[in-house]
Nanobody
Framework: QVQLVESGGGLVQPGGSLRLSCVASGGVFERNDMAWYRQAPGKQRELVAS???????KYADSVKGRFTISRDNAKNTVSLHMNSLNAEDTAVYYC??????????WGQGTQVTVSS
């Protein structure tokens, strides 16, 4: 079992920055593929960014060049650095882990609100 705890959400003005963090416990973190998803009100949950256990990264087109995903295996942490935020980035952001057995785990989510 993998447990995920997100932090770092909050209210930010348009054009601002935030960093989300997700700490994992249980399992073998360095063997997990990690990702951030988000879900805005009335919309489906969507993939924002992912980082594999080999540190290969992928990004949604809407965040390319603005968001950066990274991982620190020594701290069992995956982070999402978000720059140039706009109102369309407002959502609940969820940390996701997929382990070696292809089991999937989710955090409880952290709210990001971009508003002036």
């Amino acid at each position: 079992q993998v447990q995920l705890v997100e932090s770092g959400g909050g209210l930010v003005q348009p054009g601002g920055s935030l960093r989300l963090s997700c700490v994992a416990s249980g399992g073998v973190f360095e063997r997990n593929d990690m990702a951030w998803y988000r879900q805005a009100p009335g919309k489906q949950r969507e993939l924002v960014a992912s980082i594999s256990m080999t540190t290969r990264t992928k990004y949604a087109d809407s965040v390319k060049g603005r968001f950066t995903i990274s991982r620190d295996n020594a701290k069992n942490t995956v982070s999402l650095h978000m720059n140039s935020l706009n109102a369309e980035d407002t959502a609940v952001y969820y940390c996701n882990a997929r382990d070696f057995f292809n089991s999937e785990y989710w955090g409880q989510g952290t709210q990001v609100t971009v508003s002036s």
